[in-house]
């Protein structure tokens, strides 16, 4: 049976990185990041580009559940609010699979180091830090198993992860 792996976390706590780690543990995969379908110039977030983005991200993760050659779908995105999973949720044909939902969290300090090793990287801007210490609290109130990465490298949680499945 396949089995749909959705990531979410706030901006800078590792869920790409995590995810090229599960990647190197699970068999026949393909991972998807949402992040790709927004790599837009200009960066605009408005009710059109939000339809068109998960509009995309659906079309992509149908087609890879569709296909036979994949046991293991990867997916992470920066999924804060319930609406946003379940939106997506519902626009997925998940009846030949499992799907299970992480997301990955981590305290003001650890984020905040990781974010400004980024910043320091040219990897991300400054004013990410306030954006996504304040999403920090969203994620213990949604349907998905918590993973608190503060103290473990994404190889780590890519292991936790595994044992989860």
């Keep these: 049976m396949k089995t749909l792996i959705l990531i979410g976390g706030t901006m800078g706590v ?94 003001q300090a650890a984020l905040e180091k990781r974010l400004i090793g980024d910043i320091e990287k040219g990897v991300r801007t400054r004013d990410i830090l306030q954006r996504s210490v304040e999403r920090i609290a969203c994620y213990a109130t949604l349907q998905t198993e918590k993973i608190d990465v503060s103290n473990i490298t994404p190889q780590e949680a890519a292991e936790e992860i595994c044992r989860r499945l």
């Design 14 to 107: 590792g869920k790409t990185t995590t995810c090229r780690e599960l990647q190197k543990l699970l068999p026949d995969n393909v991972f998807l990041d949402g992040d790709w379908c927004w790599d837009m110039k200009p960066f605009v977030v408005d009710s059109e580009t939000k339809e068109m983005v998960m509009d995309n991200i659906c079309h992509l993760l149908n087609n890879f559940l569709r296909c036979s050659k994949y046991q293991n779908i990867v997916f992470c995105w920066v999924m804060h609010q319930q609406a946003i999973w379940d939106d997506l949720l519902s626009r997925l044909d998940t009846r030949a699979c499992r799907v299970k939902r992480f997301s990955l969290i981590a305290d």
